[in-house]
């Protein structure tokens, strides 16, 4: 500012009083500035306009911190754009379903009507086969064998009946009752049994019976086809769910009675022999023992019979 005074000075004195700008006056009989004189001017005027911008700047006009660089400003949280989700594509056209109107109460009632006409439909399995005309009751007897072998009980049930139903047999009947007492069939079993009142059917059902534990219901059946006994097979399988139930002397009298009328057959002797054996009666066990010697008998059970004739020799001699 000092510097502007001065030229300001300078170019007053030249002009020696004149009150008036020298630049807007007359330039009749006057002095021009020079070419130096105005460069000079505009330095000073671009100095002093600096200068009067930093003293404003400085002290006039209040700024906020942020604005002066003391303080950054608070930068707002960037948040990623949301991610797209890819829409799935729709179902081709023949997998769409349809819209099908609902159907009016009169179509609605014939449908009805003709559903419960139709016989709903019986499932069936691989092993079975169509029911026709004819049909060998010895082929489905093989079949369900076979499937009682596997352990398909129901199935095997099925075909033991169709062919019971085609030719009438004590052995197929048999098997039946078998799968009876397996599957918790009772009815089923007595009824076969009223059917075919022989005491083969009754052992074989009243043993199994027995063997799964049903001990009342062995006892039960075989007691009351009793009088069917001709070989000692009923009492046989009395003796034996009496056995199972704990009843020792119960059971040495069915025992004894199904030896008395087959005294051939070696397993009522064994049964009976072993079981005297139990209970102390080791001279008529061994005699038992020794009649066995004399029969047909399996290789188990002629090993059986002769490890107990040698351990029981010592004893009783």
Same mark, same amino acid.
Do not use: C, W
């Given at each position: 500012?000092?510097?502007?005074?001065?030229?300001?000075?300078?170019?007053?004195?030249?002009?020696?009083?004149?009150?008036?700008?020298?630049?807007?006056?007359?330039?009749?009989?006057?002095?021009?500035?020079?070419?130096?004189?105005?460069?000079?001017?505009?330095?000073?005027?671009?100095?002093?306009?600096?200068?009067?911008?930093?003293?404003?700047?400085?002290?006039? @006009?209040?700024?906020?911190?942020?604005?002066?660089?003391?303080?950054?400003?608070?930068?707002?949280?960037?948040?990623?754009?949301?991610?797209?989700?890819?829409?799935?594509?729709?179902?081709?056209?023949?997998?769409?379903?349809?819209?099908?109107?609902?159907?009016?109460?009169?179509?609605?009632?014939?449908?009805?009507?003709?559903?419960?006409?139709?016989?709903?439909?019986?499932?069936?399995?691989?092993?079975?086969?169509?029911?026709?005309?004819?049909?060998?009751?010895?082929?489905?007897?093989? @079949?369900?064998?076979?499937?009682?072998?596997?352990?398909?009980?129901?199935?095997?049930?099925?075909?033991?009946?169709?062919?019971?139903?085609?030719?009438?047999?004590?052995?197929?009947?048999?098997?039946?009752?078998? @799968?009876?007492?397996?599957?918790?069939?009772?009815?089923?079993?007595?009824?076969?049994?009223?059917?075919?009142?022989?005491?083969?059917?009754?052992?074989?059902?009243?043993?199994?019976?027995?063997?799964?534990?049903?001990?009342?219901?062995?006892?039960?059946?075989?007691?009351?086809?009793?009088?069917?006994?001709?070989?000692?097979?009923?009492?046989?399988?009395?003796?034996?769910?009496?056995?199972?139930?704990?009843?020792?002397?119960?059971?040495?009298?069915?025992?004894?009675?199904?030896?008395?009328?087959?005294?051939?057959?070696?397993?009522?002797?064994?049964?009976?022999?072993?079981?005297?054996?139990?209970?102390?009666?080791?001279?008529?066990?061994?005699?038992?023992?020794?009649?066995?010697?004399?029969?047909?008998?399996?290789?188990?059970?002629?090993?059986?019979?002769?490890?107990?004739?040698?351990?029981?020799?010592?004893?009783?001699?």
């Amino acid at each position: 500012m000092s510097l502007l005074m001065d030229v300001l000075r300078k170019l007053r004195d030249r002009e020696r009083g004149s009150a008036v700008y020298p630049l807007l006056r007359s330039q009749r009989g006057r002095k021009m500035l020079t070419r130096r004189d105005l460069l000079m001017l505009g330095i000073f005027f671009t100095i002093g306009m600096t200068g009067t911008y930093i003293i404003s700047e400085l002290f006039l @006009i209040e700024k906020t911190p942020e604005e002066r660089g003391i303080v950054s400003p608070k930068k707002e949280e960037v948040k990623p754009p949301p991610s797209k989700v890819k829409e799935e594509e729709p179902p081709p056209a023949e997998l769409r379903e349809e819209k099908k109107e609902p159907p009016r109460s009169g179509e609605r009632k014939k449908e009805i009507r003709e559903e419960s006409r139709t016989p709903p439909p019986r499932k069936t399995t691989d092993a079975k086969v169509k029911r026709q005309e004819g049909e060998d009751p010895r082929r489905l007897v093989l @079949i369900a064998d076979d499937l009682f072998r596997k352990g398909r009980l129901r199935e095997s049930m099925e075909f033991y009946q169709r062919a019971l139903s085609l030719n009438p047999s004590k052995d197929v009947a048999n098997n039946l009752l078998v @799968i009876y007492a397996r599957l918790g069939l009772y009815t089923r079993a007595e009824d076969l049994l009223r059917r075919f009142p022989e005491e083969e059917l009754v052992y074989s059902y009243a043993v199994e019976l027995a063997g799964k534990g049903k001990i009342p219901e062995a006892l039960s059946v075989a007691e009351r086809f009793l009088s069917v006994d001709r070989k000692g097979l009923v009492h046989f399988a009395v003796g034996y769910a009496r056995e199972r139930a704990g009843e020792l002397e119960e059971a040495l009298k069915s025992y004894r009675e199904a030896y008395r009328k087959d005294p051939q057959n070696p397993y009522f002797a064994a049964n009976l022999a072993r079981l005297l054996e139990a209970t102390g009666d080791r001279e008529t066990a061994y005699r038992l023992y020794r009649h066995l010697t004399g029969l047909q008998l399996t290789p188990e059970l002629r090993i059986l019979v002769e490890e107990r004739l040698s351990y029981l020799a010592s004893l009783v001699r």
